[in-house]
């Protein structure tokens, strides 16, 4: 029969590897309620949003916007996505530059130039554990 003192260590070794991990699978845990986004004046707006918290994908598209249907192909201007070591990852933080790629980022879509005056859309999601994208806020602007 197993002690008590062994089955501890038998549980405290994968409870270490999970920890070093942060979540399993590796995932930052990301927005834990909706955001609201700001972006400056200009043709190359600073993007941020409010919670101060941790996005997936970031996605500009001209308004009305993008959907959030799952499997739909997404159109935008521009789509940047964070990439961890094991797949998506939620690791973007505010603020961003359009246009800009920042450190660990890869660029899905664009970008494509800003017409000022023009209609568009910014909007987030956060990756949950399986690698599924969940819609975190979206706000429309003008440059």
Same mark, same amino acid.
């Given at each position: !029969?197993?002690?008590?003192?062994?089955?501890?260590?038998? #549980?405290?070794?994968?409870?270490?590897?999970?920890?070093?991990?942060?979540? &399993?699978?590796?995932?930052? @845990?990301?927005?834990?309620?909706?955001?609201?986004? =700001?972006?400056?004046?200009?043709?190359?707006?600073? #993007?941020?949003?409010?919670?101060?918290?941790?996005?997936?994908?970031?996605?500009?598209?001209?308004?009305?916007?993008?959907? *959030?249907? &799952?499997?739909? @192909?997404?159109?935008?201007?521009? !789509?940047?996505?964070?990439?961890? *070591?094991?797949?998506? /990852?939620? #690791?973007?933080?505010?603020?961003? $530059?359009?246009?800009?790629?920042?450190?660990?980022?890869? =660029? $899905?879509?664009?970008? *494509?130039? #800003?017409?000022?005056?023009?209609?568009?859309?910014?909007?987030?999601?956060?990756? /949950?554990?399986?690698? @599924?994208?969940?819609?975190?806020?979206?706000?429309?602007? $003008?440059?």
């Amino acid at each position: !029969m197993r002690s008590v003192n062994g089955a501890v260590q038998g #549980l405290l070794l994968p409870c270490l590897l999970l920890a070093g991990c942060g979540e &399993p699978n590796g995932f930052e @845990r990301g927005c834990q309620s909706q955001v609201s986004f =700001s972006a400056s004046a200009g043709l190359t707006p600073q #993007l941020g949003w409010s919670p101060d918290c941790k996005l997936g994908l970031v996605a500009v598209a001209v308004y009305p916007g993008l959907s *959030q249907t &799952p499997g739909e @192909r997404i159109s935008a201007e521009w !789509m940047i996505q964070a990439e961890g *070591q094991l797949g998506p /990852d939620n #690791l973007l933080q505010a603020p961003l $530059r359009y246009g800009e790629l920042p450190s660990g980022a890869i =660029s $899905r879509q664009g970008p *494509q130039p #800003l017409v000022a005056g023009g209609h568009y859309v910014v909007q987030g999601w956060v990756y /949950d554990l399986e690698g @599924r994208p969940i819609g975190a806020g979206t706000t429309a602007f $003008r440059p």
